[in-house]
């Protein structure tokens, strides 16, 4: 929680102590160095992301309906407040994309992780022909990120859950899935 606020470089033993009410040397003992921390701390959110996101997504069949899924299962995670600063990892890659190392690393592979379910998910739908024939499948993929990206940074902002809403109709919208309507005229 204190990394969405305060950035991974922020996160510090002494300021993590003090959340917890701890000694710097008790919390010291369980991270050993600040990089240590940082690790664990990219670990946690990606477990928690995991668990919120990723997992309820496999739910549903491969293809449109899972990025559909997963998309609807991230806006559900920012408008949860999961976290108060918004998706962990949304300002991770961010802060941590211009630092060479092992934070950096951890933090790409999360990138690559979710960025490869979406373009997977999408490269099925195209071949169960849920999407155009000649739609391709990387910029989707970019474009089903991106929408991702301005949803969590236009709640963040706002803290107005018709981002949401706009977000997940958008998505749907570019897959192709229009909402059926009861009409009532007969």
Known sequence: MLATLDGLEGLSIGNLASALDM???GVYAHFGS???LQLATVDEADRIFDAAVIEPARAAPPGAAQVVALC?????YLERRTFPGGCFFAGAVL???TRPGPVHDRVGA??????????QNIAA??????????EDVDGLTFEISGMILAANS???LRQDTAALKMAKAVVRRRL???AKRHSTRR
């Not at 609807?72 to 559900?76: H, Q, R, S, T, Y």
């Not at 990138?111 to 490869?116: E, I, N, Y």
């Not at 739908?125 to 000649?134: I, N």
């Open 125 to 134: 739908g195209l071949a169960q022909h849920e999407l155009a024939d000649d």
């Open 176 to 178: 192709g899935i229009v």
């Open 72 to 76: 609807d299962a991230f806006f559900d």
């Open 95 to 97: 802060e941590m994309g």
């Open 110 to 119: 999360f990138q690559a992780k979710l960025t490869g379910l979406i373009r």
């Open 34 to 36: 600040k990089e240590e």
């Open 23 to 25: 000694s710097k040397s």
């Open 154 to 156: 236009s709640f963040i």
